[in-house]
């Protein structure tokens, strides 16, 4: 992974990749084209039925018996992707023999098993670079996912976004050490759907009417379930990759006492806003008086009604000071109460009750401040 995607403060903690043994679903799809092109040669030539399973009528068993495979994994593995490519391979031998001429029966019965052994290593090399296409890199604050050969796929989950994490090994998986994690997100992503249906029909007919009827019912379940490229397939070591993304999972997730203070500090912000809006607006409605200084020479009397109107201008300006204090005051008070809050958690049973002696000494020596200055 290039530097340049990571984010800032960001370090790579692990680079992981599938196992070569984690895609052995799709190699077994080639291990059965080879075990049957050999197992149709051996009916052909050397079985008892070669009589009657010979030329055409054993391409056309192998064709089929690799197209009824084929609907099978594929209603298994919900991905008919498996029976187009089986088709493909059919569809393939068929043109090959009439572009080349081999219809007669020798040619065929020879042409099924090293087909069928020519078409399986080609789907290895293809398994294989689809295996090495996967890419998983895991971080301090995410875990990234790439995959896919011909369409790039990349996924980028951050660990305060994962609610759970499915882990599974299969037999291969418990002997040779490898695992599937899959981090399922709060909005979902990484569920899936696991669906059985039982259905049956009865038809009665007679010469002058019919009748058909249907009946079904399914069942869904939810289940962890995702593509290779948007979990972490097949990795290895499963046991050190499960605990590290654990590790980080819980490093990231926030406790009770962490929510509460996140929750003061969002008020504290809020209270200082309040309190910069209100000078602000206290700035905005007293403007600066430019003080100018005269040479008092002589003093001239004053009329009584300009004597007046200044006492009168001197108390509307004290009014208009003191007509913040109100609100100014109020949020003092606010983020007084909500420091105490925030403290509260910190403070032990100890520290609790020594707090009264406290309040009293500073009662005891606010007290004796104020006979100070009365004296």
Request: charged content about 25%; overall charge negative; proline content about 3%.
């Amino acid at each position: 992974m290039v530097k340049k995607e990571l984010l800032k403060n960001e370090q790579i903690e692990r680079v992981l990749s599938p196992h070569p043994l984690s895609f052995m679903k799709l190699q077994m799809l080639c291990i059965f084209v080879i075990v049957w092109g050999i197992l149709v040669w051996w009916l052909t030539t050397s079985s008892e039925y070669k009589s009657i399973l010979s030329g055409w009528y054993s391409l056309i068993l192998w064709g089929l018996v690799l197209l009824f495979i084929g609907i099978v994994a594929s209603l298994v593995a919900i991905q008919w992707t498996i029976f187009f490519l089986y088709l493909a391979v059919f569809a393939s031998a068929l043109g090959l023999i009439f572009w080349q001429h081999w219809e007669s029966e020798n040619l065929i019965e020879v042409f099924i098993p090293l087909y069928s052994i020519a078409v399986s290593i080609v789907g290895f090399l293809i398994v294989e670079l689809y295996r090495r296409s996967h890419k998983y890199i895991v971080t301090n604050f995410r875990i990234i996912f790439k995959g896919g050969i011909f369409t790039k796929r990349e996924r980028t989950i951050r660990y305060d976004k994962i609610a759970d994490i499915d882990a599974k090994q299969g037999i291969l998986g418990q002997i040779f050490g490898f695992g599937t994690i899959i981090p399922v997100s709060e909005s979902g992503f990484g569920l899936g759907s696991d669906k059985t249906m039982a259905a049956g029909g009865v038809e009665v007919g007679t010469t002058k009417a019919r009748f058909f009827g249907f009946a079904g019912g399914g069942k869904e379940v939810q289940t962890p379930i995702a593509r290779s490229y948007y979990e972490l397939h097949g990795v290895y070591p499963y046991k050190n990759v499960k605990q590290l993304v654990e590790d980080l999972l819980q490093s990231h997730v926030p406790t009770q006492y962490q929510k509460e203070q996140v929750e003061y500090q969002k008020q504290q912000v809020d209270i200082q806003t309040q309190m910069r809006d209100l000078l602000h607006k206290q700035i905005s409605e007293k403007p600066r008086k430019k003080t100018v200084r005269q040479p008092v020479d002589e003093e001239e009397p004053e009329d009584e009604d300009v004597a007046e109107e200044k006492v009168s201008r001197k108390k509307t300006a004290i009014v208009e000071d003191d007509a913040f204090q109100p609100e100014q005051v109020d949020i003092q008070q606010q983020m007084k109460e909500l420091l105490k809050k925030q403290k509260a958690p910190r403070v032990t049973q100890t520290e609790v009750e020594e707090e009264p002696e406290e309040e009293e000494t500073e009662e005891e020596e606010e007290s004796g401040e104020e006979e100070k200055e009365g004296t």
